[in-house]
Nanobody, 125 residues
Framework: QAQLAESGGGSVQSGGSLRLSCAASGFDYSDYWMGWVRQGPGKQREGVASIDNNGRPLYGDSVKGRFPIIQDNAKNKLYLQMNSLKPEDTAMYYC???????????????????WGQGTQVTVST
C-alpha cells in the first residue's frame, strides 16, 4: 500500500549537480523516518542521508557537506540535493521509509523499510 516514487536521476559529469525527488503516498508521512539509500554495481548498500519527523538530518560520511536532504512542509515529498558529484557517487538511489516505532532508520531501512523503485545516478570523469 505504501508508495514511494523516486525521480531526478540521470548522467552528469564530475562536479555537476542533480536533485532527486521522492513522492510518498499511501501512509501517514508523519509516522515515518525518511531517508535515501544507494547501491552501486558490485558495492555494498549504503545509507546516504535521513531526516526524522522533527526535521533532524543525518548523513553518511561520504556525502557530508555535499548532499543536503530536504523534507517539504507538507511532509509528503523528500529531496536529495546532490552537489559536487563524483564518479564514486554512481549508484541506484532509493527512497526508504521506516516507521518511527521500528527503531533507528540507519539500522532498520534494509529489513523493515518501505522502498521505492529507485533512480539511477551516473557520474562520469
Amino acid at each position: 500500500q505504501a508508495q514511494l516514487a523516486e525521480s531526478g536521476g540521470g548522467s552528469v559529469q564530475s562536479g555537476g549537480s542533480l536533485r532527486l525527488s521522492c513522492a510518498a503516498s499511501g501512509f501517514d508521512y508523519s509516522d515515518y523516518w525518511m531517508g535515501w539509500v544507494r547501491q552501486g554495481p558490485g558495492k555494498q548498500r549504503e545509507g546516504v542521508a535521513s531526516i526524522d519527523n522533527n526535521g533532524r538530518p543525518l548523513y553518511g560520511d561520504s556525502v557530508k557537506g555535499r548532499f543536503p536532504i530536504i523534507q517539504d512542509n507538507a511532509k509528503n515529498k523528500l529531496y536529495l540535493q546532490m552537489n559536487s558529484l563524483k564518479p564514486e557517487d554512481t549508484a541506484m538511489y532509493y527512497c526508504a521509509a521506516v516507521a518511527l516505532d521500528t527503531g533507528n532508520w540507519w539500522d532498520a531501512y534494509g529489513d523493515f523499510g518501505y522502498w521505492g523503485q529507485g533512480t539511477q545516478v551516473t557520474v562520469s570523469t
